[in-house]
Structures are given as C-alpha cells and as structure tokens.
C-alpha cells in the first residue's frame, strides 16, 4: 500500500513540474520575482585635498582612514582605509558592496581622516544609490594638517608640535606635513596655525 501511495505522489510531483514548465503564465510570474531587485551604490570614488601642499600641483595624496554614518539616524554602516593620488587627490574605486557596507538613496555622513590630519566630518553626501559614486569633497573642505602625535587624539596641541621639533630639518614622511621632502619651519608653522583646533 505504502509503495502505492509513493508511486502515485510521484506521478503528480511530475505532472505539476510539466504543468508548471508548460504553462507561460507561471514561468512568466516566476520571471518577475527573479526581476525585482534593489539597485544599490557599490563602487565608490573619492576626491580629496589636503591643505597647505607645496607645491600645490601633483601633490595631493595622502593615506585615508573613511568612516561612514547615515545622515538621519547616525547609523554607522562601516569603514575602509584606502590612499588617494597626488595627481588629483582621488583615491582608486572601493568596493563598498565587498566590505559589507551597502548604501541606498539615502543622505550619509563621510568623517575623513588623513595620515597627519585631523578628521573632518562632509555631511549629507548623497546619490549613493547609483553603481559608480564618485564624491568629490575638494570644494566642501581641506584636511587640516598637523595632528601628528603618537597619541591619537584628534587634537592639536604641544604633543604634535614636539613631534615635528623631534623630527625637525629631517624627512619623516608623516611630519613632512606639506610634503615638499623636509621637515623645517613651514611644517612647524602648519602645526602652529591649526594649534588647539580639534577634529570632528
Ligand atoms: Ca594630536
Ligand atoms: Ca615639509
């Protein structure tokens, strides 16, 4: 009886298949479910200045620590380090998708740190939502040179200035603020003038 019952369920588990193959209305709505997708912001781009260059032409790079917030909410939806070229000051394109972090049509808030520099906050950066985002920040801010110190503190103050009077006329990339290939008095005055400014 039980070998029965088996053959016949599997004769109708066949004649729904060929039905379902058969029938153009339901291979139809099966394409639209497969259809339906969220188009999200994948690959992103960033150009970016850092203040103060000598000289200003081809001298832009600088290593990059970037972390992302929604805008409405403060969400934080991930990070990624990346470094950006002395060209143009645009880093390569990331793959936020890659690193889990998946954006939509929202407004997001970008904090950037830079490899001597204070963090600076760009808010309500949006159209994330297309494949290919390139955020140009270079009229929306420069990075603020000269937070130094071993201490990250995101402030600066006499840590940062001793750290540039420790490396004076050497070329210590990191303290090269201006990034001219020496460490001397107009480094020191880069650190002076943004003295006691915090990050965001
Ligand atoms: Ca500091
Ligand atoms: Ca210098």
Redesign the pocket.
Known sequence: MKKIVAICMAILTIQISLGFLMNPILAQETEDVVVTATVSGCDLTILIHPEKR?PQVGNWGTDLEVDIYRSSDNLYMGSFNTTSNDLLGQTPKVNLCGLGIVLDSSNYDLYINGKSHLRRKYSNISNFNTPDNVVDLRLRGLLLAGDVSNILDNYINILDISVILSGFLGNQDKI?????????V??LSNVITNYLTKGD
Request: hydrophobic residues 35%; glycine residues 8%.
């Open positions: 000598i090269d603020l201006n990034q001219d290939g020496k460490v001397n107009l480094d």
